[in-house]
């Protein structure tokens, strides 16, 4: 029913920004669906960074990336884009894409039990 693959991942210098994709060409609820990217360092547990609501297009931030993160879409190509910058070495982490059926207001965007399907992962890496 669907396969999530992420892009543009890469190192950058403190300061610096990066734009991730998320893919979900062959998501069949990609229009009325709930994209999240979460992150994980190492030894830290999984986090949710920021969700994109593709039918209302409404955008949520965590605190920790509120102000540097901007999502956009390419709806024709069912793609999300996280626009990052001002990066920090926190932000450090391998960067999941997840996707639910149901809308990021329908219950905590980063509750990670109520996405179905997950992307491999693309990295970051931001040193200072």
């Known amino acids: 029913q669907g396969q999530l693959v992420e892009s543009g991942g890469g190192s950058v210098q403190a300061g610096g920004s990066l734009r991730l994709s998320c893919a979900a060409s062959t998501y069949t609820h990609y229009y009325s669906s709930c994209i999240t990217w979460f992150r994980q360092a190492p030894g830290k547990e999984r986090e949710g960074v920021a969700a994109?609501?593709?039918?209302?297009?409404?955008?949520y931030y965590s605190d920790s990336v509120k102000g540097r993160l901007t999502f956009s879409q390419d709806a024709m190509k069912k793609t999300v884009h996280l626009q990052m910058n001002d990066l920090k070495t926190e932000d450090s982490a391998m960067y999941y894409c997840?996707?639910?059926?149901?809308?990021?207001?329908?219950?905590?965007?980063?509750?990670?039990?109520?996405?179905?399907?997950w992307g491999q992962g693309t990295q970051v890496t931001v040193s200072s």
């Open positions: 997840a996707a639910r059926n149901t809308r990021c207001s329908s219950g905590p965007w980063s509750r990670q039990t109520d996405y179905d399907y």
């Open positions: 994109f609501d593709t039918f209302t297009v409404q955008t």
